[in-house]
């Protein structure tokens, strides 16, 4: 199975830009790059995902390498309301769609 | 977009006691469900998903067991529980599209 590195944590101030990374070397042809997010005793959250080309909704941005075998997570303008565990899974087409959670990268706003 | 609804929100049982998780879907048909547990300060981990009515597949060899009754309704039981059951557990859909997951908010279950 193909699996996904994320850093532990990181930390942003208030305001500015983040750029979360994910480490995908051995993503297949047909792997889709999810990224959820999780906030303190609630259940993940599901924020971007794509397959090749950079994607973009109301809450992030998901750049990908050309290659594909990395990504990032952009989040143009952190809150507080940010702070949270995001994880980058890569969903196996032929698997039922199921998600692999890793560990994730624990991001801290300070304000 | 899909909901779910997942209770209770949090459960204390002693060990030995049976379990019985219900989570129900709205605003899809025929998704594929899940259950997830998150042991405390870890990741999430797959316990059991299902495809369809009566199709259960087991990720993790447990005490635990899941049904699928009718097409919108995922149980997680345990006959016995076990001090080791405790976590988050977490239900979750997908509509078998690219589109997203959707999770529930969660049980918390400490066994005592």
């Known amino acids: 199975d193909a699996k996904t590195t994320q850093p532990n944590s990181m930390e942003s101030n208030e305001e500015e830009p983040v750029h979360l990374p994910c480490n995908h070397s051995t993503i297949s042809g047909t792997d889709y790059i999810h990224w959820y997010r999780q906030l303190p005793s609630q259940g993940p959250e599901y924020v971007i995902h794509?397959?090749?080309s950079n994607v973009n909704n109301r809450m992030a941005s998901l750049a990908i390498a050309e290659d594909r075998k990395s990504s990032t997570l952009i989040l143009h303008r952190a809150t507080l309301r940010d702070a949270a565990v995001y994880y980058c899974?890569?969903?196996?087409?032929?698997?039922?769609?199921?998600?692999?959670f890793g560990g994730g990268t624990r991001l801290m706003v300070k304000p | 977009s899909q909901t779910i609804h997942q209770w209770p929100a949090t459960l204390v049982q002693p060990v030995g006691s049976p379990l019985s998780l219900e989570c129900t879907v709205e605003g899809t048909s025929n998704p594929n469900l899940y259950w997830y547990r998150q042991a405390a300060g870890r990741g999430l981990q797959l316990l059991f998903y299902s495809v369809g009515i009566g199709q259960i597949s087991s990720e993790v060899p447990q005490n635990l067991s899941a049904s699928r009754p009718q097409d919108r309704q995922f149980i997680l039981s345990s006959k016995k529980l076990l001090l080791s059951d405790s976590g988050f557990y977490l239900c979750a859909c997908h509509p078998g599209t690219t589109y997203g997951y959707t999770f529930g908010s969660g049980t918390r279950l400490t066994v005592v």
């Open positions: 899974i890569l969903s196996y087409a032929n698997a039922g769609n199921m998600l692999t």
């Open positions: 794509g397959l090749t």
